[in-house]
């Protein structure tokens, strides 16, 4: 009797760098500063309409059995240091010596309902282990379960034209002047779609580059343009460090989420976003600095902001990630003028729900030719999980899926958005984080 589940049918990154850069900075930032937390995932299906099979799941957790021979190559330890220097040498041979441990992730099906096909439901996903090893956990669970559920569940759809569609969305933002990165490892269709993705993007900057005689000099990993120049468009890179390497890209990132919520659950929330940047500041000194304000509502954010004018004036820009865009860029510069600070020398990255118009209308109001700041954007899932169904040419949706850090030495971490529907965590912990800050809690 052949195994179950077909190995065929496994889905496992080809590498331990197909992840998100930000993982690894953070990663290193635990490594200093926390190296004996110990943190928990959990895994949440934002659309209660979306049905895994038990076959799907199963070879989920088969998959995810098999990320143990997952191991830094001498090949990508050598390329990492040289595309990375961030990287302190005590952290890549730390990584360089990492493995995952399966053991650490408990998946359950949870039947909903009976069909003559098979078993349908939900699933239930914790990763959990010392903070510095499950924070490597999210991103790869979440390709995986992406790619199999269009693998094995919903297979309305093919390939057919995703290169050329990403060609066209490059050519796009480039023509507008927009310096943007690929930031769609968590949510893709397959790895097969992101390569594929990645190729039209960086064949669209090659076509841009030849047409105006630019190069790709001139941007930082950061992702954002270097001196007053913001013209023309830049394909600045790609989050996905496999990728980055595979394609010869710029690795792209800098901070996520996790952080703000570790160290607000660590050291306190009333003083959490300034406590969370200056230990960021002891790990990276002058590099990758680009602020996210929305882990407990931008208003938070930027109250601390004000109470450390010295961190605005280090710190090379923000990113928003939810929220209305559009307002973002104003309040940003009152903030910045408010300290003295001139904001035409920081950077505003855009990275929620992304698509090529929003991101050149937001140009236009955020940029240069609008309020002055420099601006870029980081695009994820309409890059990466863009399709239409093969049946009728409806819109394949992705799924609305995300993993975050649950909580940190047994005491619950959360996450209080800008927008109302994203916030996550412990409901008595969010109201009182929220009292704390002087949010709304209704």
Request: aromatic share 10%; charged share 25%.
């Given at each position: 009797?052949?195994?179950?589940?077909?190995?065929?049918?496994?889905?496992?990154?080809?590498?331990?760098?197909?992840?998100?850069?930000?993982?690894?900075?953070?990663?290193?930032?635990?490594?200093?500063?926390?190296?004996?937390?110990?943190?928990?995932?959990?895994?949440?299906?934002?659309?209660?309409?979306?049905?895994?099979?038990?076959?799907?799941?199963?070879?989920?957790?088969?998959?995810?059995?098999?990320?143990?021979?997952?191991?830094?190559?001498?090949?990508?330890?050598?390329?990492?240091?040289?595309?990375?220097?961030?990287?302190?040498?005590?952290?890549?041979?730390?990584?360089?010596?990492?493995?995952f441990k399966p053991e650490q992730v408990d998946i359950k099906f949870v039947?909903?309902?009976?069909?003559?096909?098979?078993?349908?439901?939900?699933?239930?996903?914790?990763?959990?282990?010392?903070?510095?090893?499950?924070?490597?956990?999210?991103?790869?669970?979440?390709?995986?379960?992406?790619?199999?559920?269009?693998?094995?569940?919903?297979?309305?759809?093919?390939?057919?034209?995703?290169?050329?569609?990403?060609?066209?969305?490059?050519?796009?933002?480039?023509?507008?002047?927009?310096?943007?990165?690929?930031?769609?490892?968590?949510?893709?269709?397959?790895?097969?779609?992101?390569?594929?993705?990645?190729?039209?993007?960086?064949?669209?900057?090659?076509?841009?580059?030849?047409?105006?005689?630019?190069?790709?000099?001139?941007?930082?990993?950061?992702?954002?343009?270097?001196?007053?120049?913001?013209?023309?468009?830049?394909?600045?890179?790609?989050?996905?460090?496999?990728?980055?390497?595979?394609?010869?890209?710029?690795?792209?990132?800098?901070?996520?989420?996790?952080?703000?919520?570790?160290?607000?659950?660590?050291?306190?929330?009333?003083?959490?976003?300034?406590?969370?940047?200056?230990?960021?500041?002891?790990?990276?000194?002058?590099?990758?600095?680009?602020?996210?304000?929305?882990?407990?509502?931008?208003?938070?954010?930027?109250?601390?902001?004000?109470?450390?004018?010295?961190?605005?004036?280090?710190?090379?820009?923000?990113?928003?990630?939810?929220?209305?865009?559009?307002d973002f860029a104003p309040r940003a510069k009152a903030v910045y003028e408010?300290?003295?600070?001139?904001?035409?020398?920081?950077?505003?990255?855009?990275?929620?729900?992304?698509?090529?118009?929003?991101?050149?209308?937001?140009?236009?109001?955020?940029?240069?030719?609008?309020?002055?700041?420099?601006?870029?954007?980081?695009?994820?899932t309409n890059l990466t999980n863009d399709f239409k169904k093969r049946s009728?040419?409806?819109?394949?949706?992705?799924?609305?899926?995300?993993?975050?850090?649950?909580?940190?030495?047994?005491?619950?971490?959360?996450?209080?958005?800008?927008?109302?529907?994203?916030?996550?965590?412990?409901?008595?912990?969010?109201?009182?984080?929220?009292?704390?800050?002087?949010?709304?809690?209704?």
């Amino acid at each position: 009797m052949a195994a179950y589940p077909n190995p065929d049918d496994l889905v496992v990154p080809p590498s331990i760098l197909d992840t998100d850069l930000y993982k690894f900075t953070m990663q290193q930032a635990v490594l200093e500063h926390f190296p004996d937390a110990y943190a928990t995932y959990r895994f949440t299906n934002r659309n209660a309409d979306t049905i895994f099979t038990r076959k799907s799941i199963d070879i989920l957790r088969a998959s995810v059995n098999q990320y143990a021979r997952l191991q830094m190559s001498a090949d990508e330890k050598a390329w990492f240091s040289d595309a990375c220097p961030y990287f302190k040498p005590e952290y890549r041979e730390w990584l360089s010596c990492y493995r995952f441990k399966p053991e650490q992730v408990d998946i359950k099906f949870v039947l909903r309902r009976e069909r003559k096909k098979g078993q349908h439901g939900n699933v239930e996903i914790t990763a959990s282990g010392p903070w510095v090893e499950s924070i490597l956990w999210e991103v790869p669970l979440m390709s995986t379960l992406c790619e199999i559920y269009y693998k094995h569940v919903d297979t309305d759809w093919t390939y057919d034209g995703q290169e050329e569609q990403a060609y066209e969305k490059g050519t796009a933002l480039l023509a507008h002047g927009c310096v943007f990165n690929e930031f769609g490892s968590r949510r893709r269709r397959s790895l097969k779609t992101h390569d594929l993705v990645i190729a039209g993007l960086k064949r669209a900057m090659t076509d841009a580059e030849t047409a105006s005689g630019t190069t790709q000099e001139g941007h930082n990993v950061e992702g954002m343009p270097l001196g007053e120049k913001s013209e023309p468009g830049k394909l600045s890179g790609t989050s996905n460090v496999y990728l980055a390497m595979k394609h010869a890209l710029t690795p792209t990132g800098t901070i996520a989420h996790e952080w703000f919520m570790g160290v607000a659950t660590a050291k306190g929330y009333e003083n959490a976003n300034t406590a969370a940047l200056r230990l960021w500041e002891q790990t990276y000194n002058d590099v990758l600095l680009v602020a996210l304000t929305d882990t407990f509502s931008s208003d938070a954010f930027f109250k601390n902001l004000e109470s450390a004018p010295e961190i605005a004036q280090k710190w090379a820009g923000l990113r928003q990630d939810s929220g209305e865009p559009f307002d973002f860029a104003p309040r940003a510069k009152a903030v910045y003028e408010k300290l003295g600070i001139d904001w035409r020398q920081k950077v505003i990255v855009f990275s929620d729900a992304l698509k090529v118009d929003k991101a050149a209308k937001l140009l236009d109001s955020a940029g240069p030719k609008g309020l002055g700041f420099k601006v870029a954007f980081g695009i994820g899932t309409n890059l990466t999980n863009d399709f239409k169904k093969r049946s009728n040419g409806a819109s394949s949706d992705a799924l609305n899926i995300v993993i975050k850090i649950a909580s940190l030495d047994g005491k619950p971490c959360v996450k209080i958005s800008d927008d109302l529907q994203k916030n996550t965590g412990d409901q008595e912990t969010v109201k009182k984080v929220k009292q704390i800050f002087g949010l709304p809690t209704a």
